[in-house]
Each structure stands twice: as C-alpha cells, then as structure tokens.
C-alpha cells in the first residue's frame, strides 16, 4: 500500500476536506478541526487505503468516523475523524473503552483523543476475509488466527466489555504475519451483556460470507454441534466451556501470537 504524505493543510483542499468534514463540508468546521489536529500533534495525513470515497482512498468508515493514515512524530499511527453527522458528541467514550480493551491486549493501541479525533496505533495488515480467501493461507494458520480471535473474545467477556459488532467481523479484525487482533470499538459498551464469543463463533461458522470460505479450508463440527457449543457456552460462560467450546471446533490452543 502506497503511503504519500501530506501537511494536513491538503485538508482545505477538494477531495481531501471531505473526510475531514464528512458528509457535510463547513468552512468553519474545517479550521476548527485543523487546529485541533495541530494541539495533537498530527503533522501529516496519507490518503490510501482499501476503501474509496468519491476520489480519496480511506483506511475505513464508520457510522462514528473516517479512518485515514497519519503522522505524530514522524511516526505512523491511525486518525479516526468523527463524521460531523455522527451520534457521538465526541470521542471520548470510545477512547476509554479502547483503554480497557489494551489492558486486555486486545485492540490497536490508544494513543490520544480530542473532541474530534482519535489517535491509535496503526495495524497494518489485511481484513479476515480478504486474508482468509487467498489461496496460500494454509489450514493450520487459519485455525491458529481464528483460535486467537477467539481468545480475545473470551477476556473482553470476562472483563465485561461487549466489542458490539462481531456479527459482522469480517471487518473487525486485521491480520498480518506477526499478530492478528479485533479492531473499532465505536460501538462498545460495559453496560450490556458481553456476546463477543458467541457472536464472533457465529459470524466465523456459520451462515456468513467468511464462514463460507472457511468451511472450504478446514474441517468444522455440524452446524448442530456448533451450535450446541455456543449454547453451552452462553448459558455459563466459564473458561471450562471456553475451552470446550474451542476443542470442540477443532482449533488449536495456542497462546496468542501478539507481540508484548
């Protein structure tokens, strides 16, 4: 992926003020946000990424913000920009609930927050699903990452923080050779009953796009087994019937393969 630089005063210009401002651009919204990227310490913005917005590459999207490279200290971190349309007032729940996922080493690492934006560690690497379908992704290595996935579902249960979208968690986890982790805690909260297991079990297994590549890769237990695991699982969600729970999946129990 090709990482060309800018001053983040390529934000006044057309497309670029449009990620800054989206999806309504405001003048004085734009200055506004440029000097709080600069009490930040955001120098430069890089626009690449898998995902196309009129004619800006993005890292990601959200119904809270864009994702969009940057520099801190000449270093390369990710910038969540909150959309000017979103439902949170700012940043600042989704920052605290990024902390307690870090203490949990899960997540990419907090950096800083501000009213607008979001600083984190960048993870580069790909989505599950893209990962998962290439043709040199071996059986072994899928079960190991899946194995992984799982197990920081299991402590995010077990701290009591619900990630809120593994439904969907094609998108919500970053792959690459050294580590793999659950990415975008807009939509957590520590006031609901966590589902991050079984919902990640689900979205894995059964019923979805990346379940179907899956089951073409390695060898599952029956839809009903599967099931039957996840409903043991949810009724008491001890580590016993995690670890049940994942023997009986057929994944590899291997400590996590995140660097400390």
Avoid at 28 to 37: G, N, T, V
Avoid at 43 to 58: D, N
Avoid at 110 to 130: A, C, Q, R, T, V
Wanted: charged letters at 30%; a positive charge.
């Amino acid at each position: 992926m090709t990482q060309r630089f800018q001053p983040i005063s390529a934000f006044k210009k057309e497309p670029y003020k449009k990620i800054l401002c989206f999806p309504k651009i405001k003048e004085s919204e734009i200055e506004k946000r440029l000097k709080e990227l600069k009490k930040l310490g955001i120098t430069h913005v890089s626009f690449t990424g898998p995902l196309q917005i009129e004619k800006c590459h993005i890292l990601g999207k959200g119904y809270v913000g864009m994702v969009v490279l940057a520099k801190k200290n000449n270093k390369i971190l990710a910038l969540k920009i909150r959309r000017t349309d979103s439902p949170r007032k700012n940043m600042t729940n989704e920052a605290k609930l990024l902390k307690i996922a870090n203490k949990l080493d899960v997540g990419p690492k907090f950096i800083k927050n501000s009213k607008n934006f979001l600083i984190m560690e960048y993870i580069e690497g790909e989505k599950i699903i893209d990962w998962v379908q290439k043709s040199q992704t071996k059986a072994k290595e899928i079960r190991n990452v899946v194995n992984n996935v799982l197990r920081e579902c299991y402590v995010l249960d077990d701290a009591g923080l619900d990630h809120g979208e593994l439904s969907t968690i094609d998108k919500h986890v970053i792959v690459n050779k050294k580590r793999n982790t659950i990415i975008d805690f807009e939509s957590s909260s520590i006031n609901r009953k966590p589902s991050n297991v079984t919902g990640a079990t689900q979205a894995i297994f059964i019923g979805t796009g990346l379940a179907k590549i899956i089951q073409k890769k390695i060898k599952i237990p029956t839809k009903k087994k599967i099931i039957e695991l996840i409903r043991t699982y949810k009724k008491d969600p001890t580590l016993e019937n995690f670890e049940n729970l994942t023997g009986g999946l057929r994944l590899e129990t291997v400590s996590k393969n995140k660097k400390k």
